[in-house]
């Protein structure tokens, strides 16, 4: 039977704590159901040491963080763990309107974090901070799960900080960031949390879902996992979706285009351009429903006493809205870019190991035999060269530094070797 934690693909270890983790919350419910005196002190210790005692609650922490690659499936742990701990019968099993509910997004006592923008802001998180803290309505958990909290502000941070220092007795804090690095998550609250590593998974795990649960054929599953480099969403977009699999191609055209300072000019403009434009199309249709329904609330073109400060307040709410936008759009940008780089990595990646002549199998096997071409012209030395200057690239992006100007490097440093 596919319970909550069946689509986290090649997790065996984490899925074995998080359910004991359940476990262990499910027995602290019961226990609280018994001595109704003394609730649920046992699921909230001091710190993230594990103590192994008799003790019902020690499986169990109100402070989870779960790192990870993109696409290693991070926030589907959270979720499958939310889901198991509102479970009915505490175990994740998939049916009992608990899992259902917590698996759809509706759980009235689970609350999903998405930041859109670059980062999480401080108002947001004390409102969310705050609501939290409430009883949880179904009587087990109340769950905060926050996607991306490496995006989380300075300031957001510490409101978040301050509610797992001292944590009502009944919430509970699923954070997910790509990995413990100060850079990504504070070390005040990491020591505050249980960590759950998540790995790559492979290839080969990948597939097997794909086939599985979206009924992939099987040589087109196996194509994508590896083509994905591990990143399930990426995977099932590759299988499903021509007009990814073009935007993937024109990626994997440039090393062959590289004829000279000219053409690696153009393939930069190129690859920032589509970039844009796959950005641009993933956030067009919310945006223009953003709009809509801001319009709407705001009953557009009112007339007569008032309308002129209502108007004024209009256009206030109208530009928070454009700056949100603006700024989910960056990042959509950033995203779409970072893709393209991963993908072109993984070409030069390929080249390398086959001028190793290594026992690995090719992460793009359409374009295996130009790699292999780039090997045999360039030598092992060549293609680390410019392996070396993608991921560079990508640092440089990541460091602000400006895209068209990261990427007109990288290419002319993957034309000249
Ligand atoms: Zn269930």
Redesign the pocket.
Known sequence: MA??FADLVGQEEAVTTLRRAADSAAAVLRASAGTASRPVAAAAPAGPAEVATADPGAGMTHAWIFTGPPGSGRSVAARAFA??L????G??????P???TTMTGTHADVRLVVPEGLSIGVNEMRALVLRAASTPSGGRWQIVIIEDADRLTEAAGNALLKAIEEPPPRTVFLLCAPSTHPDDISVTIRSRCRLVPLRQPPAGAVAEVLARRDGIAPDVAGWAAAAAQGHVGRARRLARDPEARQRRDAVLAVPRRLTGVGAAFDAASALIEAAEAEAAASVAEIDEAERAALQTALGAGGTGRGAAGAIRGAAGQLKDLEKRQKSRATRAQRDALDRALVDLAGFYRDALTMALRAPVAPVHTDTAAVAEAGAQKWDAEGALRRLEAVLECRAAIEANVKPRIAVEAMMLALWKG
């Open positions: 319970d909550v889901a198991a509102q479970c009915v019968h175990t994740g099993c998939g049916e009992c608990g899992c259902h």
